[in-house]
């Protein structure tokens, strides 16, 4: 019976390591697919607020004061040899959309070979954190003097009057 593996890394470059399993340095095994939950560009910002955050509370510095921010976690996987014979496009799309929804994270994967070929495995980067798409409200609001009014419709009426008093009504 083959033996199964599982291994956990903290990644501290996240985007070196992403470009790395998927095969843009050319020094990874024979690479099957790839394929990500989040593109590239929200993944370098992740891995900047990652660090910046770090940076803040003084926390994650190593002996040369260089900020060595977790800003992701890697899984190596272990995948049957029965699985081989599947399409991997279709298995990375069918991990990677599982992982986000049963987990709520985004992630990126890739599925190798090894170089002798006797080990299929799948090198999977998630993130902790859930990405927000959150909007800020507005909750101050300033009149034309830069003056702070409390509500908005203090700034309507404000707005109104001026105008009036300038001859430009405007409804």
């Given at each position: 019976m083959a033996r199964q593996f599982l291994r956990q890394n903290n990644l501290h470059n996240v985007v070196g390591r992403i470009e790395y399993i998927r095969g843009d340095t050319g020094k990874q095994e024979y690479m099957?697919?790839?394929?990500?939950?989040?593109?590239d560009e929200?993944?370098?910002?992740?891995?900047?607020?990652?660090?910046?955050?770090?940076?803040?509370?003084?926390?994650?510095?190593?002996?040369?004061?260089?900020?060595?921010?977790?800003?992701?976690r890697e899984l190596i996987?272990?995948?049957?040899?029965?699985?081989?014979?599947?399409d991997p496009h279709e298995l990375a799309k069918l991990v990677g959309d599982d992982w986000k929804k049963r987990f709520d994270t985004d992630c990126c994967l890739a599925i190798h070979w090894n170089k002798t070929k006797t080990n299929f495995h799948i090198h999977l980067i998630y993130s902790e954190r859930v990405r927000e798409d959150k909007v800020a409200t507005r909750n101050m609001y300033y009149d034309s003097d830069w003056k702070n009014v409390k509500r908005r419709m203090q700034l309507i009426l404000s707005k109104r009057v001026t105008s009036y008093q300038n001859g430009t009504i405007k409804m």
């Amino acid at each position: 019976m083959a033996r199964q593996f599982l291994r956990q890394n903290n990644l501290h470059n996240v985007v070196g390591r992403i470009e790395y399993i998927r095969g843009d340095t050319g020094k990874q095994e024979y690479m099957m697919a790839f394929y990500s939950t989040m593109p590239d560009e929200d993944w370098k910002n992740l891995a900047q607020y990652n660090q910046e955050r770090f940076k803040k509370n003084k926390k994650g510095f190593n002996k040369n004061k260089k900020c060595s921010a977790i800003e992701a976690r890697e899984l190596i996987l272990h995948i049957p040899h029965e699985y081989a014979n599947r399409d991997p496009h279709e298995l990375a799309k069918l991990v990677g959309d599982d992982w986000k929804k049963r987990f709520d994270t985004d992630c990126c994967l890739a599925i190798h070979w090894n170089k002798t070929k006797t080990n299929f495995h799948i090198h999977l980067i998630y993130s902790e954190r859930v990405r927000e798409d959150k909007v800020a409200t507005r909750n101050m609001y300033y009149d034309s003097d830069w003056k702070n009014v409390k509500r908005r419709m203090q700034l309507i009426l404000s707005k109104r009057v001026t105008s009036y008093q300038n001859g430009t009504i405007k409804m």
